[in-house]
Structure formats: structure tokens, C-alpha cells
């Protein structure tokens, strides 16, 4: 279902509880909403008001994937972006990596596997971006 944004400050500020593998409905609802905005690419748990450790990013084909309980593992080339926010009505400096190693849950048969992952690019942007989301830090 599609939801409506959240900017408040108290919720997006507020650190994310793990995930488990009955927030699958979030996670297509985070899906739902994505897909709905226009210049969306991706979406935190939070971003809906819901603070769980839960985000979905599109990747270059418009394909939704859905990451829970992310943690941000290694980091290189460390540069600094001007990023904007679905959520903040600012964009704001922030450092960012260009190579990211992640480790999360994917909901696999209704269970969930732990993997791990390189990403880069822009990719890696959006996904440290929805990490900080998780961590209640604003950007």
C-alpha cells in the first residue's frame, strides 16, 4: 500500500528496531510508495513512519530491492555530496563512500539469510543514505 511521508524530525531521529521476517508487509509497502514517487529511488522504514530496520532501493532499471536490518561493514574513497532527502526539505553536505561492503538480511521463504555485498557508485550512495536513516541520524 502507498503511504505518505513522514518529516518529522522525532521519528526520522529515532534509531530503527531490527527487523524480523513478519515486516514483509512493510517492506511492500516501502516498495509501493517508491515506486509511486517520481523522483524516488529509495526509502527507509522510518521515512513512513515506521521504525523499523527496513529499506528499499530502485536500482538502474527501476527494480525495487529490499535490504532489512543493513549495517555499512567497510567503506573507500571517501568523498563529500550534496545530498538531497525525500523527507528534509534541504540537501545537505555529507561524506560518502564510492565502494561500500553491507551485511543484511534478505527475506528468503519466509526466513531470513544474512548476506553481504559490495556496492558502488550510486548505488552505495543511496544505500549508506538509508543506513543513516536506520540509525536515526539526519542527514
Not at 90 to 102: L, M, N
Amino acid at each position: 500500500m502507498i503511504k505518505e511521508l513522514v518529516k518529522d524530525t522525532d521519528i526520522l531521529s529515532t534509531r530503527c528496531e531490527a527487523a524480523t521476517p513478519e515486516d514483509a508487509e512493510l517492506a511492500q509497502d516501502l516498495v509501493d510508495t517508491v515506486l509511486s514517487l517520481e523522483e524516488g529511488a529509495c526509502l527507509a522504514a522510518n521515512q513512513i513512519g515506521v521504525t523499523k530496520a527496513v529499506v528499499v532501493y530502485l536500482d538502474d532499471d527501476q527494480t525495487p530491492h529490499v535490504l532489512y536490518n543493513p549495517k555499512l561493514l567497510l567503506g573507500l574513497g571517501a568523498t563529500k555530496v550534496i545530498e538531497g532527502c525525500l523527507t528534509l526539505d534541504e540537501p545537505s553536505k555529507v561524506t560518502r563512500y564510492a565502494k561500500i561492503k553491507v551485511t543484511f538480511d534478505e527475506l528468503v521463504d519466509g526466513t531470513f539469510r544474512r548476506r553481504k555485498r559490495d556496492y558502488t557508485g550510486w548505488t552505495a550512495q543511496m544505500i549508506q543514505h538509508m543506513i543513516d536513516h536506520c540509525n536515526g541520524k539526519l542527514v
